[in-house]
């Protein structure tokens, strides 16, 4: 006999979400969930994503690197804000019932739920075409949520990690490719960089439609320009040994689903950077500067300009 909707949520849900957040009144399992409000000085941040299968991920990827991804890309989108995960609820629209997948996917969403203490407050499982939305709750102080808005002439502009992996990974083959695959199916929130920055960042976005596409929503927000050295990219060894020189910037500059923050800052803050880098066990790297005026200009180390590569972000429709 096939469980049903409620016995699936409460199998499923219901049962990895117990709590002992004393914020959260009443967790799932109610017709809603039930939240303390943040204390006075904290303020809320919401997000929410829909992940629709062969559009955003291959309906065959492995149910586990599914539900992995549509919980990180979301928790990247809180790390942008410098916002701490709190809660989350899950809609989870299924073609057929396969519990073998299910239990899969919550193995995977479950993990990164857990790894940085968020609750799931609420799920809902309907009948359709292969479809994930997760809409995503945290807390940051107020005076400290860090925007898109906030760049200024003269900062100095950083990213996390290496850029172009997870873009790589759609055309890359053999089995030199598994790390590019693993970025794509497996993205890294960097919740901790984005609590790290709360106080030093002057604006932050994260990397989900390429970098030229991202940093253009700094420069448009904050009114103003900025110049990328290429050379000073961040790209992987794995990358690197994939292709040549240009390609591997051009997938750089234009690679969605990489996830990594990118950040403008004072340039006093370098070496408060390299430490913290080294503490999270994660590098940053200074890309460029931010300028008067509008636009981004590439150039290389030695002062030539780059040309703009032809696919700027991901363009949804
Ligand atoms: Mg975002």
């Given at each position: 006999?096939s469980?049903?909707?409620?016995?699936?949520?409460?199998?499923?849900?219901?049962?990895?979400?117990?709590?002992?957040?004393?914020?959260v009144?009443?967790?799932?399992?109610?017709?809603?969930?039930?939240?303390?409000?943040?204390?006075?000085?904290?303020?809320?941040?919401?997000?929410?994503?829909?992940?629709?299968a062969?559009?955003?991920?291959?309906?065959?990827?492995?149910?586990?690197?599914?539900?992995?991804?549509?919980?990180?890309?979301?928790?990247?989108?809180?790390?942008?804000?410098?916002a701490?995960?709190?809660?989350?609820?899950?809609?989870?629209?299924?073609?057929?019932?396969?519990?073998?997948?299910?239990?899969?996917?919550?193995?995977?969403?479950?993990?990164?739920?857990?790894?940085?203490?968020a609750?799931?407050?609420?799920?809902?499982?309907?009948?359709?075409?292969?479809?994930?939305?997760?809409?995503?709750?945290?807390?940051?102080?107020?005076?400290?949520?860090?925007?898109?808005?906030?760049?200024?002439v003269?900062?100095?502009?950083?990213?996390?990690?290496?850029?172009?992996?997870a873009?790589?990974?759609?055309?890359?083959?053999?089995?030199?490719?598994?790390?590019?695959?693993?970025?794509?199916?497996?993205?890294?929130?960097?919740?901790?960089w984005?609590?790290?920055?709360?106080g030093?960042?002057?604006?932050?976005?994260?990397?989900?439609?390429?970098?030229?596409?991202?940093?253009g929503?700094?420069?448009?927000?904050?009114?103003?320009?900025?110049?990328?050295?290429?050379?000073?990219?961040?790209?992987s060894?794995?990358?690197?040994?994939?292709?040549?020189?240009?390609?591997?910037?051009?997938?750089?500059?234009?690679?969605?689903?990489?996830?990594e923050?990118?950040?403008?800052?004072?340039?006093?803050?370098?070496?408060?950077?390299?430490?913290?880098?080294?503490?999270?066990?994660?590098?940053?790297?200074?890309?460029?500067?931010?300028?008067?005026?509008?636009?981004?200009?590439?150039?290389?180390?030695?002062?030539e300009?780059?040309?703009?590569?032809?696919?700027?972000?991901?363009?949804h429709?």
């Amino acid at each position: 006999m096939s469980l049903n909707e409620f016995e699936l949520v409460d199998l499923y849900f219901k049962a990895q979400a117990q709590t002992s957040d004393s914020d959260v009144i009443l967790g799932i399992g109610d017709d809603a969930a039930l939240i303390q409000p943040p204390a006075t000085g904290e303020v809320l941040a919401f997000s929410v994503d829909t992940l629709v299968a062969d559009i955003h991920f291959h309906a065959t990827d492995p149910a586990h690197a599914i539900g992995y991804k549509a919980l990180a890309v979301n928790f990247s989108d809180l790390a942008a804000m410098g916002a701490t995960p709190r809660y989350v609820l899950l809609a989870l629209t299924l073609p057929t019932l396969d519990e073998a997948w299910l239990a899969e996917f919550c193995r995977g969403f479950f993990t990164l739920l857990k790894e940085h203490r968020a609750i799931l407050i609420g799920g809902d499982i309907t009948h359709g075409p292969l479809s994930i939305t997760v809409q995503v709750t945290g807390t940051v102080p107020r005076t400290q949520a860090l925007t898109r808005a906030g760049a200024h002439v003269g900062d100095v502009i950083y990213v996390t990690g290496t850029l172009g992996d997870a873009a790589a990974a759609l055309t890359a083959r053999g089995a030199q490719c598994g790390p590019l695959v693993q970025r794509l199916q497996y993205p890294t929130a960097r919740i901790n960089w984005g609590l790290a920055l709360r106080g030093h960042a002057h604006a932050m976005i994260d990397i989900s439609d390429g970098l030229l596409a991202d940093l253009g929503h700094i420069c448009e927000q904050s009114k103003v320009g900025a110049r990328i050295n290429v050379d000073r990219l961040p790209l992987s060894s794995v990358l690197r040994n994939e292709m040549d020189y240009a390609s591997a910037l051009n997938l750089a500059l234009t690679g969605g689903d990489d996830y990594e923050l990118c950040f403008t800052i004072a340039p006093t803050q370098a070496d408060w950077l390299q430490q913290t880098a080294q503490t999270l066990n994660c590098p940053v790297q200074c890309i460029g500067e931010i300028t008067a005026g509008s636009g981004i200009d590439l150039v290389t180390e030695t002062g030539e300009s780059w040309p703009e590569p032809t696919k700027s972000g991901y363009q949804h429709f």
